[in-house]
């Protein structure tokens, strides 16, 4: 099994050229079965992992987000990056603090946004915001830990959603230590290629929804380096559960399992990946 230090080391190179995609699981078993389709990195949901436990995304507590980054850190081969919120803190000394606590789950990566989770004031200011990301990047390099930082600017999403002002505050990001940038709402070709352009060379992160409708050849062709798909994943599997629910409670039909996985295909995943880790 590849050593922490082993897999911060790959996660980096991974940054350096080409693009490639960062699926993120919900839970354990999520993680081991991308693991299992050949991806090279994951990464955490913090909507994801609240769902999981009836919480709305912001819900889960700061210790209970660490014990579920370590779950999926421990539980997979491959360097996990970590949606580690706005650090679960305002000031930038407490953000540093937590970082130091997320790299200690053993993570290649973590990123801090900028978004206050307050509707009244929705961004930090830009100049507490890269602050806030150099405290969590002072707090890795105390640790002599070679673990990627990403800084986050949420406003496309829809609290400013500015491009000028998104790439004013990426680059901020990046002076301040961020590794890779990633402006999640970027919904065009031009848009995506302006941020590429405005932090190069530093990587760039893209948000791959369905409205996007780029593919990662298309994607990788405007200089994106890195592809995560959010809460994605976990939306989906719910999607799916809540329409066969559904039937069930309103039409009394099962027939919305049908696409269910076989329980020969699960058995036969887990067994084959328990046996894998038991001999490793």
Excluded at 62 to 83: E, G, K, W, Y
Excluded at 148 to 160: F, I, N, V, Y
Excluded at 167 to 185: E, F, K, Q, S, V
Excluded at 245 to 272: H, Q, W
Aim: hydrophobic share 45%.
């Amino acid at each position: 099994m590849p050593t922490i230090a082993d897999r911060r080391r790959t996660f980096r190179t991974l940054h350096e050229r080409g693009c490639f995609v960062l699926p993120n699981p919900w839970d354990v078993g999520s993680a081991r079965y991308l693991q299992s389709l050949g991806f090279q990195a994951l990464a955490t949901t913090s909507a994801g992992a609240a769902y999981a436990i009836a919480l709305p995304d912001g819900g889960v507590s700061r210790d209970a987000m660490l014990a579920h980054i370590a779950a999926l850190v421990a539980a997979t081969d491959v360097p996990v990056n970590a949606d580690f919120g706005a650090g679960y803190a305002d000031a930038p000394e407490e953000v540093a603090l937590n970082v130091r606590l997320c790299v200690d789950t053993g993570v290649a990566g973590l990123s801090i946004e900028d978004a206050t989770g307050d509707p009244a004031r929705p961004l930090y200011d830009i100049h507490l915001a890269a602050k806030r990301v150099r405290a969590a990047r002072a707090a890795i390099e105390a640790l002599g830990a070679d673990v990627m930082l990403t800084g986050r600017a949420e406003g496309m999403l829809g609290s400013d959603p500015d491009l000028s002002a998104a790439i004013r505050r990426l680059r901020a990001y990046a002076d301040a230590g961020a590794d890779c940038l990633y402006a999640p709402g970027i919904t065009t070709r031009d848009q995506i290629a302006a941020v590429v352009a405005a932090v190069a060379p530093k990587p760039v992160n893209v948000l791959a929804t369905p409205a996007l409708g780029l593919t990662v050849q298309e994607l990788a062709a405007l200089g994106v380096r890195r592809l995560s798909v959010g809460s994605g994943l976990a939306r989906t599997g719910w999607g799916a559960f809540m329409r066969a629910a559904r039937t069930i409670a309103s039409d009394g039909r099962f027939d919305g399992m049908a696409d269910a996985a076989s329980p020969k295909e699960l058995n036969g995943l887990f067994r084959d990946d328990a046996r894998r880790r038991g001999s490793s």
